[in-house]
């Protein structure tokens, strides 16, 4: 039998379900390697061993009085540190929640436990989810464990999402995305990650970073298994006033393994163009296997598109101020520095072009649903380049040196705006054996066709057999930096 | 500290022609504490000489919406909620 830790969500939950493995031993499989890699990986910013251990044994109790299970009976998952949790703290990765303890679990967090998924602890992020390299100053930045010779950027902002799910520290786990911040570490961890439709999960007990571009979404190694999550998490949630009230459909079932007749719109315009040499060839591949594999695929272009980046800004920096300004005015030492000039960088939005904005949404929206109905997906690379090093501040993509934050967000926030859900699957490696990941985009409330299409390319493709040279045995991934996050770990 | 007026004789170094949005991508250290006031952030004079490149970057990110003729497009007002 394969390693635990190296089964995926459904694999686990089958194996549970059918008792041919205890839920108590694999919840106990991950809190060693967790105590064995994390000192080092900094994945995780609390740790609820206990807990986990409880509710692994009570989920076998269950199991052994002839309960049904529900599809996440006993799967351990692990969360940002922005979803509130009951009696749990959550800190957002910030010095000004460092003590805050929510009264109850977010929507999606009761509604994975209720399929039976068992939370062993909260993950590391950029600080306030605002920042696409998911640098953390207060509690260590999280190490991309694909490089095991350089501290690498894991993305962000759930970059201890990214990890934990790379590093086999957890076999799933749930991210934000504001602007990219579940899609970048996806792709700079070579997992799979996916942002669904705006209104398609709850974000009722999610720390907001901007209330009108914040989704939430599932990150584990595979589509099917990203699948299998949201099918627990999405639907109408009183408490969340955006949530739409349509059913949900059963994703798992959609996986026909077939892409057969898709048509496939390869976005080159500002997408392709200006990526690195590696990752356009890697994005070209993919089109070519998704052609392979019977879609059809041609070039398509987004013309209002660079106005993604201007819109978003302000759009994101209005409605982040507006959240921060009661901590920005009476702590401002206590936010990292980067962070604090973000937000403050707000305060020079004017309302006219706050509007200007949510007209540039509505244009590209209008854009890409009229694409969208010609082709049922539309295809990119999800960074431009791939993981930098911690403090690296720009990057060489061709000719041009470009600001690493800007570069990191330019992909994906086109999507953030206009609400429309996307997969970012790995589909290949640099030489160096860095991760690239590209962005399968359809239409909204249309999960279920993006989904489809990204396990189909995952079971023709080999790209998820590869493991980070840091996920290696439990016990060898110790070093420099090794230990408990200042005051983290329960 | 914005948005200036259309045709208003721009007032500082960085404005750049006349569009209601006006131009504005260099700041004077009196427009940052006008902006730094009006947004109550209580921010001292020399973080604002370092906040200088965030603020004139963002200027010039911002100045972009100006260049795309919007028209008529009907702003995103409500969620997409069905």
Known sequence: MAELTELTVAELARMIASKEVSPVEVVRRYLDRIAALDGHLRAFLTVCAEPALAAARQAEADLGAGRTPGPLHG????????????????????????????????????????????????????????????????????????????????????????????????????????????????????????????????????????????????????????????????????????????????????????????????????????AAPEVVEAVERAARTLEALGAKVDEVAVPSVAYAAPAAFAIVASEALAYHARWLRARPGDYQRDVRDRLRAGAAVTGLQYVRAQQVRALLRRELDELLTRHDLLLAPTTPVVAPVVGQTEVTVGDAVVDVRTALIRLTRPFNLTGHPVCSVPCGFTADGLPIGMQLVGR??????????????????????????????????????????????? | MRPRGEGEAPACQGCRGPGILARVTRLTLDELRLLARLADLGVHDEELEALRPAIERALASLAELERLPLGDVEPTTQYRVT
């Open chain 1, 444 to 490: 909204a409330f249309d999960e279920a066709t993006v989904l489809r299409a990204a396990d189909a390319y995952q079971r023709a493709t080999e790209w998820l057999q590869r493991r980070p040279p840091l996920a290696g045995a439990a016990g060898g991934g110790a070093g420099p930096g090794s230990g408990a996050a200042p005051g983290a770990r329960g």
């Open chain 1, 75 to 274: 799967v351990p998952v692990a969360l940002k540190d922005l979803f509130d949790t009951a009696g749990l703290r959550t800190t957002a990765g910030s010095k000004i929640l460092a003590d805050r303890t929510p009264r109850a679990d977010a929507t999606v967090v009761a509604r994975l436990r209720a399929a039976g998924a068992i939370v062993l602890g909260k993950l590391n992020l950029h600080e306030f989810a605002y920042g696409p390299e998911g640098v953390n100053e207060h509690y260590g930045t999280p190490r991309n464990p694909w490089d095991a010779a350089r501290h690498r950027i894991p993305g962000g902002s759930s970059s201890g999402s990214g990890v934990a799910v790379a590093a086999g520290l957890a076999p799933a786990t749930l991210g934000s995305d504001t602007g990219g911040s579940v899609r970048i570490p996806a792709a700079l961890c070579g997992i799979t990650g996916l942002k669904p439709t705006y209104g398609r999960v709850s974000r009722a007990g999610v720390l907001p970073l901007a209330w009108s571009m914040d989704h939430v979404g599932p990150m584990a190694r595979t589509a099917a298994d990203c699948a299998l999550l949201l099918r627990c998490m999405a639907g109408y949630d009183p408490a969340d006033p955006t949530t739409s009230v349509r059913p949900v459909p059963d994703y798992t079932s959609a996986l026909t393994g077939s892409v057969r007749g898709l048509r496939v719109g390869l976005l080159r315009a500002f997408f392709l163009e200006g």
